[in-house]
């Protein structure tokens, strides 16, 4: 069965510094990949999405992410993190060839220091 | 244009009692589907309408949970009778097509004392 991980339930960082979150998979084939975000109060919003193509995707709010085939990753990144970044953000996978019956991991609250 | 829209925000209820979350879709959109937040767990599929129709029903839990969308507009979700182990954070979606982006509704949050 298909899983998704994501090691760090909670990262802090300091507004301005980098950041990467990690996402690993586990699918018998390349699935369709997803970052969301669900800032407070807010449904989920989805970041980017990966189905095919350059393994470099770029997303909205200057988030990008790369797919590794040899290593199952997905992993999300930002350059420089803002205040507003503060939310909690999920991987997810849904079956090649699409549909919106995602598989998603248990998420990673980011706090950010000003 | 509207997003999808759920109600309540917040429920509790007492054990053995009946819950019914609402969602309201993105207007035109045929595809709507239910997932399940438990408390510090990954969020999990439960059913996908089309339509009026149930496409996939395989994530829902047990017997006690009923999904209807009479007419594929709205849907609702009833609990019945809910259990503590139903407390958690219900989220609505929609998309256009199957393979089109689905938007997020904001969640209900159940708690079942």
């Known amino acids: 069965a298909q899983s998704v991980t994501q090691p760090d339930i909670h990262i802090t960082v300091s507004e301005g510094a980098s950041l990467e979150l990690r996402c690993n998979y586990s699918?018998?084939?390349?699935?369709?990949l997803f970052w969301y975000v669900q800032s407070p109060g807010q449904g989920l919003q989805l970041l980017l999405k990966?189905?095919?193509?350059?393994?470099l995707v770029q997303g909205i709010k200057g988030f990008e992410a790369e797919f590794k085939r040899s290593q199952s990753s997905f992993n999300l990144r930002k350059p420089s993190v803002h205040w507003s970044d503060a939310a909690e953000y999920f991987c997810?996978?849904?079956?090649?060839?699409?549909?919106?019956?995602?598989?998603f991991g248990t998420g990673t609250q980011l706090k950010v220091e000003l | 244009e509207a997003g999808v829209t759920q109600f309540p925000s917040h429920s509790v209820i007492e054990k053995g009692q009946t819950v019914t979350l609402r969602c309201d879709p993105i207007?035109?959109?045929?595809?709507l589907y239910w997932y399940r937040r438990v408390m510090g767990k990954e969020i999990k599929f439960l059913l996908h309408?089309?339509?009026?129709?149930?496409?996939?029903e395989s994530g829902m839990p047990n017997n006690r949970f009923l999904a209807e969308r009479t007419g594929g507009t709205y849907s609702t979700l009833k609990v019945q009778p809910a259990e503590l182990e139903d407390s958690g954070v219900y989220f609505c979606?929609?998309?256009?097509?199957?393979?089109?982006?689905?938007?997020f509704g904001q969640g209900t949050r159940l708690t079942v004392v």
């Open positions: 979606a929609s998309s256009l097509q199957q393979t089109t982006e689905a938007f």
């Open positions: 990966y189905f095919s193509g350059d393994t």
């Open positions: 997810a996978v849904s079956p090649p060839g699409g549909g919106n019956k995602l598989t």
């Open positions: 207007s035109g959109h045929d595809n």
């Open positions: 699918y018998g084939a390349t699935p369709y």
């Open positions: 309408f089309v339509k009026e129709s149930k496409q996939d």
